[in-house]
């Protein structure tokens, strides 16, 4: 200010300090600041402002889903771009999803998931049997063999009966 009132030449201007943080936010802050809402759902998790009580389906989840499918993708040798573009959503959600919380809350994107990466997130209820594709081929065999087994007629020695003429 002494350099305006001499008339010196001055190199930049002095910004009042409300100016100065306007400028250090930048210009999408102050328009995320003015409508109330964040940028997106992956900022407000960013700035811990998700609502993680509210998602009821992280409970049907087993406990590291998001680890099985980091690793289900990584075994594809796909980035989070490239399945977000498999399953039709968008990367913000897939990282949001891989670092173990859910966007929404519904199933949407898990059986996307789930079927797209052939693995299995939800957890099983105590009454379900889980069962593999094996156990379940080795069953049918069993079956098919008790099955071809009945149809066969055991002949023991004196359970012939001979007709001498």
């Known amino acids: 200010?002494?350099?305006?009132?001499?008339?010196?030449?001055i190199l930049r201007k002095v910004k009042e300090e409300k100016e100065a943080e306007k400028e250090k936010d930048g210009f999408l802050n102050d328009v995320s600041n003015i409508s109330g809402k964040p940028r997106s759902l992956l900022e407000s998790w960013k700035?811990?402002?998700?609502?993680?009580?509210?998602?009821?389906?992280?409970n049907d989840l087993i406990s590291n889903f998001h680890w099985e499918i980091v690793q289900a993708r990584?075994?594809?040798?796909?980035?989070?771009k490239q399945l977000a573009e498999e399953i039709k959503f968008s990367e913000d959600d897939l990282k949001m999803i891989e670092f173990g919380q859910l966007p929404k809350d519904d199933f949407i994107l898990i059986n996307k998931l789930e079927n797209?990466?052939?693995?299995?997130?939800?957890?099983?209820?105590?009454n379900e049997q889980v069962t593999s594709l094996s156990d379940l081929q080795k069953k049918?065999?069993?079956?098919?063999?008790?099955?071809?087994?009945?149809?066969?007629?055991?002949?023991?020695?004196?359970?012939?009966e001979i007709d001498f003429k």
């Open 116 to 126: 797209f990466l052939k693995i299995n997130l939800k957890k099983v209820k105590s």
């Open 74 to 80: 990584r075994n594809r040798n796909m980035t989070r």
């Open 47 to 58: 700035k811990k402002e998700f609502n993680y009580e509210n998602n009821n389906v992280i």
């Open 140 to 160: 049918k065999e069993k079956e098919e063999a008790l099955k071809d087994s009945s149809k066969k007629d055991d002949f023991f020695g004196n359970e012939i």
């Open 1 to 9: 200010r002494q350099a305006v009132k001499e008339e010196l030449f």
